[in-house]
């Protein structure tokens, strides 16, 4: 799941980038918790959007290198004539 396409090695940048994304989402939740008295479905669709998004980009291998920090900001727009 997080061994690289190219070389066969683990994906260190895609395991961390997830790790680190789910930390957050759970810190999230828990601050949410303290603020809203145990109030975990407020936060809850933050936590799921994190881990579905942030999975796939590991899953799917497209988050290899830092360069691919500035193409998650980019939009590719492709127009068919018909």
């Not at 980009?57 to 980019?74: D, M």
Request: charged fraction near 15%.
């Amino acid at each position: 799941m997080y061994i690289s396409r190219r070389t066969g090695l683990l994906d260190l940048n895609g395991v961390l980038l997830h790790f680190t994304s789910l930390y957050f989402a759970l810190l999230a939740c828990l601050l949410g918790a303290c603020c809203w008295r145990a109030n975990f479905l407020f936060l809850f669709p933050f936590f799921l959007f994190h881990l579905v998004i942030f999975r796939d980009f590991v899953i799917e291998g497209k988050v290899r290198s830092s360069r691919s920090w500035q193409a998650l900001g980019t939009v590719r727009v492709t127009v068919e004539s018909q």
